[in-house]
């Protein structure tokens, strides 16, 4: 290592360090101006009574609890029509991978086939 690298790493450091003493110095301000936004007091929230459970609220969980099993239904189904596509589209890179080069983007030689409604 040269004298002048040597120089440039010492002033790398010191860079370094004048970056860590500022972030320090904005940490600072920072934690003084949380500090007095702690302390100040939290005025209490009057406690309100809870209503008495009704048939009403009853039917609201139980339709609550129903359409949570659906929504779960229906996530499970979207992960597992998902999961076949990821594989399908695994399956069709592994197919494009294993095809002789030069052979992606040519035309095909036969004619595109379609399919019926």
Not at 13 to 39: G, M, Q
Not at 99 to 112: D, E
Request: charged share 25%; glycine share 4%; hydrophobic share 40%.
């Amino acid at each position: 290592m040269t004298a002048k690298d040597g120089a440039n790493w010492q002033a790398t450091l010191a860079e370094v360090e004048r970056s860590i003493d500022d972030c320090l110095a904005a940490l600072a301000k920072y934690e003084s101006a949380f500090a007095k936004v702690l302390h100040e007091p939290v005025p209490p929230v009057p406690a309100r009574p809870l209503p008495a459970p009704t048939a009403a609220w009853d039917d609201t969980l139980a339709d609550a609890a129903r359409r949570t099993d659906e929504v779960e239904q229906l996530l499970d189904e979207q992960e597992r029509v998902w999961g076949r596509w990821r594989q399908a589209l695994g399956q069709w890179q592994r197919t494009l991978d294993a095809l002789p080069p030069g052979t992606v983007g040519r035309t095909p030689l036969t004619a595109t086939a379609t399919t019926a409604p």
